[in-house]
């Protein structure tokens, strides 16, 4: 039986096949990971921030799929000169409209490649003892989507693996 392709608009599939900042980055300020390795679908950010708490390179590694990979490289395009305030304030939907929209059940790739780097530029702060007026101490959505999907994939491996 053959499956019916996901109706990916031509730019999600131009960012897949050409991604923007692909790629680890050595001298990054701050790495966060997003996602499963037990499942593959994960993503790693790497941000290059100033003193002056500005984006000055951002890059990813991702094995989830052409949505994830879209999103998070129009993610590292939008952030780049950012001051991290105001990258803070991305969310998964306007990342969505920024690559012409995602099929519904494709949603939770984009949300974690913003919750990857919310994730990130939490751990900036954490590390460099800052607790900004914007930062909310409270979990922002892609956060906490995903760690409901890391503990998803953590119980499903589980259980997959007493049933061997
Ligand atoms: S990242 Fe899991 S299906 Fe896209």
Redesign the pocket.
């Known amino acids: 039986m053959s499956r019916m392709p996901l109706p990916y608009n031509p730019k999600v599939l131009e960012l897949f096949r050409n991604p923007k900042n692909l790629g680890k980055m050595e001298d990054a300020t701050v790495v966060a990971v997003a996602?499963n390795p037990a499942c593959g679908?994960m993503i790693t950010f790497y941000l290059k921030i100033s003193d002056q708490e500005v984006i000055e390179k951002a890059s990813f590694e991702s094995y989830?799929?052409a949505?994830?990979i879209a999103t998070a490289s129009i993610v590292t395009e939008m952030i780049k000169e950012m001051k991290l305030e105001d990258a803070w304030k991305i969310t998964w939907k306007s990342v969505a409209e920024a690559v012409g929209g995602l099929p519904s059940i494709?949603f939770?790739?984009g949300i974690?490649a913003v919750g990857a780097l919310k994730r990130a530029i939490r751990a900036y702060c954490k590390n460099k003892r800052l607790s900004p007026g914007w930062l909310p101490e409270e979990l922002s959505f892609e956060e906490k989507q995903a760690l409901e999907e890391e503990e998803l994939s953590r119980i499903l491996s589980k259980r997959m693996r007493t049933e061997e």
Do not use: E, F, S, V
């Open positions: 996602g679908d989830g799929c949505a994830n494709k939770h790739c974690l």
